[in-house]
C-alpha cells in the first residue's frame, strides 16, 4: 500500500503561481510512477502530468506544456508540482497517484494509489 496526501492549493489570481505537493507513505515511494490528475465540477478526471521513478521522464497534458513542472523528491518521498501563469480554466480539484505501471500513464486506470486531492482556484 501506498498512502499518499497532497497539499499546497488554494485561491491565485490568474498569472499567479502555486507548488502542489504530494507526501508518500507505506511502500517505496521511488520504485512508482507519480501522476498528477485534476478534476473540475461536473467533468472528468483528466491527466495533468507524470514523472518516472528516476525523475528522467516527465509527460504533461498539451494545456499545461510550459506553464507546469513535475518533480519528485525520493529521499524525501515526495512528489511536486509546481504551476506558473496560472489560468481559471486550471481550477480543480489535483489528484496525484501513483502506479508500478510505465504504460498509459495518461488514463485513471493505470494508477493504484491516489490520494484525497487539494483543491486549486485560479480568480480572473
Known amino acids: 500500500q501506498v498512502q499518499l496526501v497532497e497539499s499546497g492549493g488554494g485561491l491565485v489570481q490568474a498569472g499567479g503561481s502555486l507548488r502542489l505537493s504530494c507526501a508518500a507513505s507505506?511502500?517505496?515511494?521511488?520504485?512508482?510512477?507519480m501522476g498528477w490528475f485534476r478534476q473540475a465540477p461536473g467533468k472528468e478526471r483528466e491527466f495533468v502530468a507524470a514523472i518516472t521513478w528516476s525523475g528522467l521522464t516527465t509527460l504533461y497534458t498539451d494545456s499545461v506544456k510550459g506553464r507546469f513542472t513535475i518533480s519528485r523528491d525520493n529521499a524525501k518521498n515526495t512528489g511536486y508540482l509546481q504551476m506558473n501563469n496560472l489560468q481559471p480554466e486550471d481550477t480543480a480539484v489535483y489528484y496525484c497517484a501513483a502506479t508500478r505501471s510505465v504504460s498509459a500513464l495518461r488514463v485513471t486506470v493505470a494508477y493504484d494509489y491516489w490520494g484525497q486531492g487539494t483543491q486549486v482556484t485560479v480568480s480572473s
Open positions: 507505506g511502500r517505496t515511494f521511488s520504485n512508482y510512477v
